[in-house]
């Protein structure tokens, strides 16, 4: 018997569109970490921040506008003040700095703690829960990032200071991510990362100076990445990302960013020809592999069966007909 496959329900549209809007912003936050190494070796680290977040907020107002979405609702602000101060603002800044005072690899490993405050926070503060194959996926990936951050640490100093500020970035991070999903619920993505943008701009004013001073002195091809880290990694990324997350919870977004560092050292093979070690590979894989069981949801008996659905037709509308004489 011959049956007809079912068109894709909207509950499955809206996953696929949340996955492909959590993978563009997996790839443009890994392709980021290149971008910093130019830009941070011309600019401070907050004029690096307050550079990176004038030129999101500018493309970020220019959609706006141009889409007429207008101001999110009253709701929506307690939660978009909070996240633009913590991960707009502070995050960008202390992660700027404490990447200059640590080595790559000790930086990678101490700031991916946020993906784990994010769960436990989900779960304390929004309700989320921690399901056991989230724990799992996000303590392989978690290996994984620690493999790859011992396998790049000894490249450079390390110091007490530098530590802190990576951990007070994880914090921040973590802080911001939960305090804009309520947000979510009252504005769209864009709003919602537009006005998150803006907080930051104005928390990072003070740094003005700063950047008017390593501008002029920055070579072009810093500039130009401080510009490219505004449009794709901070306004299209950050769109990216709250859509998803108003799809799904916290916890599974903050475990879905455990890819980056396997994709950071695929770029920096691919673009900046620094060939990775086996440990690293390897650890590369570990954290694709926690995400992906992190992500993975259990089936139920319905979507493991997919019974075959009756094809519809005029013998069908007979037999109902028939059905219901008396």
């Known amino acids: 018997m011959t049956t007809l496959s079912s068109p894709a329900t909207p509950a499955e549209t809206r996953d696929w569109r949340a996955t492909a809007a959590a993978c563009t912003t997996v790839v443009l936050w890994a392709s980021a970490f290149v971008s910093i190494r130019s830009a941070g070796e011309a600019y401070s680290p907050g004029a690096l921040a307050l ?5 999101g907020s500018l493309a ?21 003040l909070w996240s633009g101060l913590l991960w707009f603002g502070l995050y ?5 700095w404490g990447e200059q005072q640590v080595d790559a690899g000790t930086a990678a490993m101490v700031v991916n703690i946020g993906p784990l405050l994010i769960a436990l926070l989900g779960a304390r503060l929004l309700g989320e829960g921690l399901p056991r194959r989230l724990l799992l996926g996000m303590g392989v990936s978690f290996a994984g990032a620690a493999v790859v951050g011992l396998s790049m640490s000894g490249h450079g100093s390390s110091s007490v200071l530098g530590v802190l500020l990576c951990l007070l970035a994880a914090v921040a991070y973590a802080g911001g991510v939960v305090g804009q999903k309520p947000a979510l619920r009252h504005g769209s ?3 919602i990362t537009t006005f998150g943008c803006l907080v930051g701009t104005a928390a990072c004013l003070p740094f003005a100076g700063a950047l008017v001073s390593d501008a002029a002195d920055a070579p072009l091809s810093a500039t130009l990445n401080m510009v490219y880290l505004g449009i794709f990694p901070t306004a299209l990324a950050f769109t990216t990302w709250a859509y998803a997350l108003a799809r799904t919870t916290a916890g599974r977004m903050g475990a879905t960013t455990y890819a980056v560092p396997a994709l950071v050292v695929l770029m920096s093979w691919l673009l900046l020809d620094e060939v990775p070690a086996l ?4 650890g590369g894989l570990l954290c694709l592999a ?7 949801r259990p089936q139920t008996g ?3 069966t997919h ?3 009756p094809v519809e037709g005029p013998l069908h509308d007979a037999e109902r007909q028939a059905a219901d004489r008396p």
């Open 302 to 304: 319905a979507t493991r």
């Open 279 to 282: 440990l690293t590979v390897a």
């Open 307 to 309: 019974p075959a659905q």
């Open 92 to 96: 960008m800044v202390v992660l700027n």
């Open 189 to 191: 993505a864009l709003q």
């Open 51 to 55: 550079g990176r977040l004038l030129a």
């Open 60 to 80: 970020l107002g220019t959609l706006l506008l141009v889409r007429r979405e207008g101001l999110p609702s009253r709701a929506a602000w307690p939660g978009i």
């Open 290 to 296: 926690g995400v992906a069981v992190s992500r993975k």
